[in-house]
C-alpha cells in the first residue's frame, strides 16, 4: 500500500468564504447591501422630505432621477468594464454614490434634492455593474454562482429592516441622517475590496462584437432613452399647466425612447414578438406595476391615515417577505414558465385593487400589509421566472446582452410609472383627500398595467 497522492484527493470548490476571497466577497456585499438599503429606506422618509422642502410636486420625479440616470449608467459602466477593466467604473460609481448621499443629506431645495437623486443613480448604475464583472474576473467558474447567489441575498436584509430602520431614523434624528449614515459604511467596505481591484486587467476578456456590444451605437442609444423618458416624464408632469410646450416634450420623448429602445431591447420587443422579445418586456411590465404603487404606498398612508414613518414602512418591509417567499417558491415547483409568469401576474393585479382600499373612509390603512405581501409574492413568484426563461432563451454569446435589456427593462418600467404617478398626483391635488384620489388612480393604472401582463404571459413560449 502507498499513501494517497494529492491529485487522488476529491476536488473540492473553494467557498467564498475561504481565506482567498474572504475580503472581497465581505466587501462586495457590503457595497450591494448599502446601495440596497438606501433604495429601500428612500421611500420611507420621502413623504417627509417632500413636506420640509416642500417637494411634493416632485415626488415621483425623485425616484425616476434615479432610475434614469442608473438605466443610462448601466450601459455605459458595461461597456467601459468589457473594454478598460472593471476598477474605474467601480470606483467611479462608488464616489458618485457617496457625493448623490451628501448632496440629499444636505439639500435645502427640490432642485438640490432632484440633482442629488441622479448623481446616487449614476453611482449605483456603475458600481452594481462593475461588481458583476469583478465577480467573473476574480472568482473561478465554479466558485461564481455562489458569489452571484450571495449577492442577490444581500438585497433581502435591507429589503426586511431598512424601511424600519430608515422610518426610525428619520422620525427621531431626522431623514438627512437616513443619507449621512450610509456614507461612513463606504470606508469599511473599500478597504475589504482592494484586494480584488488589483486583480485581472483589461484584457482578461475580449469585448463582444454584436450589435448591442458597439460603444458609440449603444452609449448615443442609452443616452436616447434615458433622454426621453425624463423629456416624456417631465412634459407629463406640465400637460396640466403647460400645454403646447408640454406636448411638444412628451412626443420628443416618446420618439427618443423609441430609437433608444430598438436598439438596447432584443429585435421585436416593441411589437410583442413571441419568445424572448415579450420575455424581457414582461420584466419592465412586472416592475412598473409593482413599483407604482409601492412607491405612493408610504405617501398616502402617511398623508391619508396619518401613519408616522415607521408604521408606514412597514407595508414595504411584508412585501419584501413575499417576495422571498414567491422567488424560493418557484425555484421549488417546476411548470410550464409562461404559466407561472401568469399566476404572478394575477396575484400583482389582485393584490393592486385589495390596496387601494386602505385610503378609503372607514377603512384601516393596515389592509395594505397583506395586500402587498401577496403583491411580493408576485413579484418573486413572477419575475424571477421571467430572468430564468430569458436566459434559457439568450444564445450563449447574447446572455450578457440579453441581461442588459432586462436591466433596462425593469428600470424604465419603474421610472416611468412612478413619474407618471407622480404626475397623477400633482394634477389631482397634495390634500389628504386629493392625495387618495390620486393613489386610487395610480392604482387602477398600475393593475392595469398587471392585468396586461396577465394577459400577455403566454407570448412567452
Known sequence: MTAPKAL???????????????????????VVTLIAFEGMSVGVVMPVIARELNALDLYGLSFSAFLIASLFMNVVAGLWSDRRGYRLPFLAGVVLFVIGMGLAGAAVSPGMFLVSR???????????????????????????????AAVSAAWVVP????????????????????????????????????????????????????PRSRPVAMTLAATATAGGAGLLLHGADRLHTDLA??????????????????????????????????????????SAAFFGVNQFIPLALHEVKAFDPTAAGIALTTGALGWSAGSYLQSRRPGAAHRRIRLGAGCLTASILICTLCVLPGVTGWIAVPAWIVAGFGMGFGITTVSVLAMRQSPVNEQGANSAALSVSDQLGSALSVGIGGAVVNVIGHSPSEIANGFLVISGLMAAIALAATLLAGRTR
Open 8 to 30: 487522488d484527493a476529491p476536488h473540492r470548490t473553494p467557498g467564498i468564504l475561504g481565506p482567498e476571497y474572504r475580503t472581497a466577497t465581505l466587501g462586495i456585499l457590503l
Open 118 to 148: 441622479a448623481v446616487q443613480g449614476l453611482g449605483a448604475g456603475a458600481s452594481i455593474v462593475a461588481l458583476y464583472v469583478m465577480i467573473a474576473r476574480v472568482y473561478p467558474v465554479d466558485v461564481r454562482p455562489k458569489a452571484f
Open 159 to 210: 429589503a426586511m429592516v431598512g424601511p424600519a430602520v430608515a422610518g426610525t431614523v428619520g422620525e427621531h434624528l431626522g431623514w438627512r441622517y437616513v443619507f449621512y449614515g450610509i456614507i461612513p459604511l463606504v470606508v469599511p467596505a473599500l478597504a475589504m475590496l482592494v484586494p480584488a481591484l488589483r486583480m485581472g486587467s483589461p484584457s482578461d476578456a475580449e469585448p463582444g462584437t454584436g
Open 245 to 286: 410646450p408640454a406636448a411638444v416634450e412628451t412626443v420628443a420623448g416618446l420618439a427618443l425612447l423609441f430609437y433608444g429602445l430598438h436598439r438596447l431591447l432584443p429585435p421585436g420587443a416593441l411589437r410583442f414578438g413571441r419568445g424572448l422579445p415579450t420575455t424581457v418586456l414582461m420584466r419592465g411590465f412586472y
